[in-house]
C-alpha cells in the first residue's frame, strides 16, 4: 500500500496533468479533452485530501496514546511516562496541523 506521503504526490501530478489538459482541451477547442481535463483536476485534489484526513486521524491517535501515557505517568508517578506521554501528544497535534 503506498504511504499518505506518497499519495499526496501522485494525486498533486493528477491534478497538474488535469490542469495541462484542460487547458490544451480550451486551446484545441476539445469539449472531450477539457472534461477529462476537469476530472483528472478533481480526482487529483480528492486524492490529496484523502491522503491529508488519515494523516490527520493518525495524529488524532498520537494523541490519544500520549494522553494516556501522560496520564498513567502521573498515576505511577513517573516524570519519565509523562514526558514521553507530552512528546508523543505534540508529535500528534503536529502531524494533524501539518495535513489540513
Known amino acids: 500500500m503506498a504511504s ?4 499526496r ?10 490542469k495541462v489538459q484542460n487547458t490544451v482541451g480550451k486551446v484545441l477547442g476539445d469539449d472531450e ?8 483536476e478533481l480526482a487529483g485534489k480528492a ?3 484523502a491522503a ?3 494523516e490527520r486521524t ?3 491517535g498520537q494523541q490519544l496514546a ?3 501515557k501522560n496520564a498513567v505517568g502521573k ?12 512528546a508523543k501528544e505534540l508529535e500528534g497535534k503536529a502531524r494533524e496541523v501539518g495535513n489540513r
Do not use: F, H, P, Y
Not at 4 to 7: E, G
Not at 33 to 40: E, L, Q, T, W
Open 9 to 18: 504526490a501522485e494525486g498533486a501530478v493528477r491534478e497538474l496533468g488535469g
Open 47 to 49: 486524492e490529496q485530501e
Open 66 to 68: 500520549g494522553k494516556v
Open 33 to 40: 479533452m477539457r472534461a477529462r481535463g476537469v476530472a483528472n
Open 58 to 60: 493518525k495524529g488524532k
Open 4 to 7: 499518505n506521503t506518497q499519495n
Open 75 to 86: 498515576l505511577v508517578d513517573s516524570d519519565k511516562l509523562q514526558a514521553e506521554g507530552t
Open 52 to 54: 491529508k484526513a488519515s
